[in-house]
């Protein structure tokens, strides 16, 4: 089953990498782009994948900080289950013993 998941995920990667090579290459095009103080020029899929890049470096670095926090609660909360399973055996035990 591993190596069906593997061969997917490389057949997906491998259709993603030729659509944006195909995408560059049908949009060679030359754009100009002004940001405040001076101007940039670039094939237009330059400027779209860049853009696509850009948002999702931004998207993953954005979710970090609730990916922490959420693995920290899950720390706390399995140390809390753990300190209650304990105490159930313990008082089951003491149940056991009258």
Same mark, same amino acid.
């Given at each position: ?9 490389? $057949? ?5 990498? *030729?659509? *944006?090579?195909?995408?560059? =290459? ?7 782009? #002004?940001? @405040?103080? @001076?101007? =940039? ?7 779209? *994948? #860049?853009?696509? *890049? ?8 954005? #979710?970090?900080?609730?990916? $922490?926090?959420? !693995? ?9 289950? !753990?300190? !209650?399973? !304990?105490?159930?055996?313990? $008082?089951?035990?003491?149940? #056991?013993?009258?």
């Amino acid at each position: 089953m591993e190596t069906i998941k593997g061969l997917i995920i490389k $057949l997906a990667i491998l259709i993603a990498l *030729v659509s *944006v090579i195909l995408f560059a =290459l049908g949009n060679t095009q030359i754009i100009e782009v #002004s940001f @405040f103080f @001076f101007e =940039l020029q670039a094939p237009v899929a330059v400027w779209v *994948v #860049s853009a696509f *890049v850009v948002g999702g470096v931004s998207g993953l670095l954005a #979710s970090t900080g609730m990916m $922490l926090s959420h !693995k920290r609660k899950t720390v706390i909360h399995t140390g809390s289950i !753990k300190r !209650k399973d !304990k105490e159930i055996a313990r $008082l089951r035990s003491v149940v #056991s013993r009258d």
